[in-house]
């Protein structure tokens, strides 16, 4: 399974050992999506890929190396009731998250397949769109 | 078999016209003869929900006691023409506030037509007739008198399709267009476009009577931008930006389901209208033009990213299928303009004129012939 998080972690807690940590030790594919750290620590975007014992127990180990991890599902989100189809989202859309077709031309949203690039945000004409990373 | 306007209206008024949605016809095309289509069906309805920047609204105030010569006017903060008469107004859909950009003459229409309250502000030099300097107010649809939505152009018969050769992200009214041809987009509803259905406007003239954001509105001109001078594919439709209509209504039949104000990054503010027209199949020309399908229409690639240099050209079965092929590679193809609201739209038409809620109107003057498009030169 293929499982995103939101990690942020404080001054003192480094990410690149965390990293290593995961590979190695609990056998998980990682992708770093996102990542904007500075000084005073940071936030990563990961995707994490193993089954799901592993990436439960990995979650778990970071979770008591001090950093915090909340899954990505719940980030990102549009006003579905406000939406008027147009499209204009979907073609900015790397990743296919966002996609509209036939039969109906409705737009949809699978967020498991999100990679937070944020193109969406700006490219809704109604503004539907709100990316947050606070659960 | 030829049918008359009166012909059809009389089978409107008698609940037994057929009504098809351009989509559905098109469908029927594919085992049908315009002949056959045209003993069967009597009225086509088309549609189209985009975006469209020359949009706007005309406002009567109505007069305050003692009276303003309003030459200064804003509409929550935004400015708007002070150039009619002492208390009317034109809204233009662009029209924005430099300090919040992302809010525009297009969403105080539709601020208005949800039934808020718009605070006006105006000022006068005060004149010996209308004294009153300024004024701050509170209106809506209830307190003002005429609100009449105008489109100077709306329902371009086609349109280019936007991508972007260059190196950079470009922010346009065609969206999004990532570097490198990573996307295309495209505005037009296709085969369901009216423009499409009746490319040389035998039945759409002034006068004619249309769905307008869900009032009942009319073709009141050529639109601005007129072009009879585009190329033809082999099935005469013309290539690109050609015909336009100019269409008004009242706003407070409209809902705001079918107008939206909206805002296109690092572009500006801009309006989704939605435009229902219907063709009355009067003879097999008609019928067969009603018949067009989206393979059959084609338009230009236009590139976003090299001075609007046109590149190459596709068809909307292509477009709609969500990418085609391109310099040898597969470019992500996406919509601007709503196609499910389009659908609802000759879908409401559709049921309107077979209730009988809805008859059709011959044009009162055609549109022009033989026009093109004149550039604008610095001096
Ligand atoms: S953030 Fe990027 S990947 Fe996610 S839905 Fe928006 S455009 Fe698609
Ligand atoms: S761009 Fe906005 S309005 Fe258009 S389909 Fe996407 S979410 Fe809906």
Redesign the interface.
């Known amino acids: 399974m293929i499982k995103k998080v939101v990690v942020t972690f404080p001054a003192d807690t480094a990410s690149q050992p965390l990293i290593y940590e995961l590979i190695k030790k609990y056998d998980i594919k990682v992708s770093i999506i996102k990542a904007d750290i500075d000084a005073n620590g940071g936030k990563l975007v990961l995707e994490l890929d193993s089954d799901s014992e592993h990436i439960a127990q990995s979650v778990q180990f970071m979770k008591d190396s001090g950093v915090d991890v909340s899954p990505l599902e719940k980030k990102i989100s549009y006003d579905d009731t406000r939406c008027i189809s147009c499209g204009a989202c979907t073609s900015a859309c790397p990743s296919g998250a966002l996609s509209i077709g036939a039969p109906d031309w409705k737009l949809k949203f699978q967020p498991d397949r999100c990679v937070v690039c944020k193109l969406c945000i700006v490219s809704c004409p109604l503004k539907l769109f709100r990316i947050e990373f606070a659960e | 078999m030829t049918k008359s306007y009166e012909e059809i209206n009389e089978k409107i008024r008698a609940g037994k016209a057929v009504v098809m949605t351009a989509e559905q016809v098109s469908e029927m095309a594919r085992t049908m003869s315009a002949k056959e289509i045209l003993s069967k069906v009597d009225v086509v309805t088309t549609a189209t ?3 469209m920047c020359s949009s706007g609204a005309f406002l009567n105030f109505g007069h305050a006691n003692p009276p303003i010569r309003m030459e200064r006017i804003e509409l929550n903060g935004v400015p708007v023409s002070g150039g009619l008469a002492a208390v009317d107004t034109f809204v233009g859909a662009t029209d924005c506030n430099v300090q919040n950009p ?1 809010y525009g003459g297009a969403h105080i229409i539709q601020d208005l037509i949800d039934g808020k309250e718009v605070t006006l502000e105006a000022w006068g030099k005060g004149t010996d007739c209308y004294p009153r300097k300024h004024i701050r107010t509170h209106i809506s649809l209830d307190t003002i008198n005429e609100a009449i939505l105008m489109n100077p152009r709306n329902a371009y018969q086609n349109y280019n399709v936007a991508l972007n050769t260059s190196d950079r992200t470009l ?1 346009t009214y065609m ?2 267009l ?1 570097p490198h041809m ?4 495209y505005s037009s509803a296709g085969e369901l476009s009216p423009l499409l259905n009746d490319p040389e406007c035998r039945t759409i003239g002034l006068g004619t009577k249309i769905f307008l954001c869900g009032a009942q509105g009319y073709v009141v001109w050529n639109g601005t931008q007129f072009n009879c001078s585009k190329p033809l594919n082999e099935n005469g439709v013309p290539m690109g930006n050609a015909r336009t209509l100019a269409l008004m209504g009242e706003m407070r039949e409209m809902s705001s389901e079918f107008i ?1 104000g ?4 690092k572009y500006g503010v ?1 309006m ?1 209208v939605g435009v229902g027209v219907p063709i009355p199949l009067l003879d097999e020309d008609l019928a067969h033009r009603v018949s067009i399908r989206n393979s059959q229409i084609d338009t230009f690639i236009e590139d976003y990213g090299h001075e609007c240099e046109l590149i190459g050209q596709v068809n909307y079965e292509q477009l ?1 299928s ?1 990418e085609f092929e391109f310099r040898g590679r597969k470019i ?10 389009a ?1 609802r739209i000759a879908g409401i038409l559709k049921q309107w004129i077979e209730q009988g809620r809805f008859e059709l109107t011959a044009p009162v003057r055609p549109m022009p012939a033989g026009t093109s498009l004149k550039g604008l030169k610095e001096i």
């Open positions: 929900f985009g975006a992302t922010y969206g999004t990532l990573k996307n295309a987009s939206r909206a805002y296109f990054e801009t989704y709609r969500g992500h193809t996406a919509p601007l303009s709503s196609l499910y609201k659908r």
